[in-house]
Nanobody, 128 residues
Framework: HVQLVESGGGSVQAGGSLRLSCAAS?????????LAWFRQAPGKEREGIAA????????HYADSVKGRFAISQDNAKETMYLQMNSLKPEDTAMYYC?????????????????????WGQGTQVTVS
């Protein structure tokens, strides 16, 4: 059973940076996973913003964060990261990591929350 725990959220001024971490436990060494970051602002739908495959390959980004955010992973530590630069007030949201077992790299549904079984509890990011 996969468990995910996010950390690294906080308050930052516009233009600043934060790095979120998502520590995983319960991964099966026989399987690969599509890993993703989502965010949800009050009154808005959950938005998929970045995804990557544990076995490497292309990463995916939402247009709203492309060029500012970067997803990465340390498979040895079973941890993925979201480096967020040039933060804007509109980036304020609860940020979640998610994972789904997958025999192939993350596909066109990577940004859809319904595509993921495993979720963390979220970490708040506030940009002012």
């Amino acid at each position: 059973h996969v468990q995910l725990v996010e950390s690294g959220g906080g308050s930052v001024q516009a233009g600043g940076s934060l790095r979120l971490s998502c520590a995983a436990s319960g991964y099966s060494y026989r399987r690969n996973y599509c890993l993703a970051w989502f965010r949800q602002a009050p009154g808005k739908e959950r938005e998929g913003i970045a995804a990557a495959y544990t076995d490497g390959g292309s990463t995916h980004y939402a247009d709203s964060v492309k060029g500012r955010f970067a997803i990465s992973q340390d498979n040895a530590k079973e941890t993925m990261y979201l480096q967020m630069n040039s933060l804007k007030p509109e980036d304020t949201a609860m940020y979640y990591c998610a994972a789904e077992t997958s025999a192939v790299p993350c596909d066109v549904s990577w940004y859809r929350s319904i595509a993921y079984t495993y979720w963390g509890q979220g970490t708040q990011v506030t940009v002012s």
